[in-house]
């Protein structure tokens, strides 16, 4: 084979010709003669018994040359990227194929080519960092949502229903007089203020008293199901029973009951420290991204439309597969369907992560080349030894899972992002008129 012609165009984008010589053309014909000639009649021979010439001189002598071109065209394809050093990303077309007079046949393949990065500053960033320290009424926040967790139900019949209380409660609903589907139930447990039915429903229960009956007029929303939205009914309730939660004494006994601890003082030390350590992990979190934000902000760089696709499809591929949808042959509107979403709504949501995604991977593959990062030997085997301890796998299953090759690559871009960080400093926070701007960045973060 012969590569031909390499001509970059515009937009990340590149044109290339292989020239695949004759006695390969001639081998690939007769091995689509032998795949396909099974299935000829000619009449005078036994079903796929007619010889190459025959059934060329019957259908044409070109009667083999598709199937021979297709079956050539990705050897061409690995023959002239080799040959051209492109790094392509995405899938190749091939925008024209022909057969010469001297039997050769000749390809051209349109490839998307990995854009040129070029750097901005990446290293001595600053970005502001959240404080973590932990206020006292966090602690006692903390404390509190665990006295609700372990409070036990008590049955109450000396007053009216209030909010936060769980009633049962028979409801029957109707709708000019008539009953309605799907407006009835016996011994319904409703918590009150939990904005479970629609808005007026439960602010009325509350006050009723034990065994009271009461008709509650209610409007459904406007964005309700077809039949019943912005129309009045009416809901005849029975309240059967109502219970309060008990909150536990906030003391020692308390402490024992729900930690390894056994004072109350020492459980609550025990709840700063977590949420110390979970306010740093955040805040480090956040200033990282910020800092890799600037670093790929800096840089310029023309990112192909396809390398965003592939990372979308990528993203909800890997969200599929979190509920069982393993099967990469389901193609992405029929998963999109099967998720409750459309294309639209990718575009919105997964598209925006992508993007990010795309540029931090740029940024830190520009940064090792940059750089000149290299891993050795015992670098690659430290961090083999990491990621199995992190998925609970040995060490051989990520070598023959990852290969040495993949091992090593990730192994520099995780050298390059520490290149990026270990540079950085925290700055000060912006005012407070300036912080209003965040959202956007922090929302783009979120979605790494």
């Known amino acids: 084979m012969i590569l031909k012609n390499v001509e970059k165009k515009e ?108 750097l901005g500053q990446y290293k001595g ?11 006292e009424s966090e602690v006692d926040a903390e404390v509190e949502n665990a006295r609700k967790r372990n409070a036990r139900k008590v049955s109450v019949e000396d007053r009216e229903a209030k909010m936060g209380d769980t009633v049962s409660i028979d409801f029957d609903g109707f709708l000019e007089g008539e009953r309605f589907d799907g407006g009835k139930a016996e011994n319904y447990s409703l918590t009150l203020g939990s904005h479970s039915f629609v808005p007026g429903f439960e602010e009325q229960v509350a006050g009723m008293k034990l065994g009271e009956e009461k008709d509650l007029n209610i409007t459904f929303p406007q964005d309700y199901v077809e039949n019943l939205a912005g129309k009045d009914v009416v809901f005849k309730v029975k309240l059967n029973s109502i219970t309060e939660d008990e909150l536990p004494e906030l003391d020692d006994e308390f402490a024992k009951d729900v930690s390894e601890f056994d004072t109350l003082e020492e459980y609550k030390a025990d ?40 990372k979308a499809e990528e993203i909800v591929r890997n969200y599929a597969a ?21 294309r639209e709504s990718m575009n919105m949501t997964i598209m925006p992560a992508a993007e990010f995604q795309v540029k931090n991977d740029l940024l830190i593959d520009a940064v090792v080349k940059a750089e000149n990062i290299e891993v050795s030997d ?14 609970n796998a040995s060490v051989e299953e990520i070598k023959q899972y990852f290969g040495a090759e993949y091992i090593a690559q990730e192994k520099k871009r995780e050298k390059a992002t520490n290149v990026i960080l ?27």
């Open 11 to 118: 937009k990340n984008t590149a044109l290339f010709q292989v020239e695949s010589d004759a006695a390969e053309f001639e081998t690939a014909v007769n091995a689509a003669y032998l795949k396909n000639k099974g299935n000829i009649y000619i009449p005078g021979f036994r079903k796929g018994k007619a010889p190459r010439a025959i059934v060329e001189g019957m259908y044409g002598h070109e009667v083999f040359y598709q199937d021979a071109m297709d079956d050539l065209a990705p050897k061409a394809f690995e023959y002239g990227l080799e040959e051209s050093k492109l790094q392509t990303v995405g899938a190749p077309s091939i925008s024209d194929v022909n057969v010469t007079d001297e039997k050769t046949v000749v390809y051209t393949f349109a490839v998307t080519l990995y854009p040129e990065v070029t």
């Open 125 to 135: 960033l600053s970005a502001p960092k959240e404080s973590a320290e932990v206020e």
């Open 271 to 310: 709840v700063r420290a977590k949420l110390q350590k979970n306010k740093e992990e955040q805040a480090e979190n956040a200033f990282r991204s910020l800092i890799m934000k600037q670093a790929a902000d800096n840089m310029t760089v023309e990112i192909p439309q396809v390398m965003l696709a592939e």
């Open 322 to 342: 979190n509920f069982g949808m393993t099967d990469r042959s389901v193609p992405m509107d029929k998963l999109l369907q099967m998720m409750g979403l459309d």
């Open 378 to 391: 015992e670098e690659a085997e430290e961090y083999v030894k990491k990621v199995a301890e992190s998925v």
């Open 422 to 448: 270990e540079s950085a400093v925290v700055g000060e926070m912006p005012a407070a008129e300036e912080k209003a701007e965040e959202p956007a960045a922090e929302e783009e973060n979120k979605a790494e």
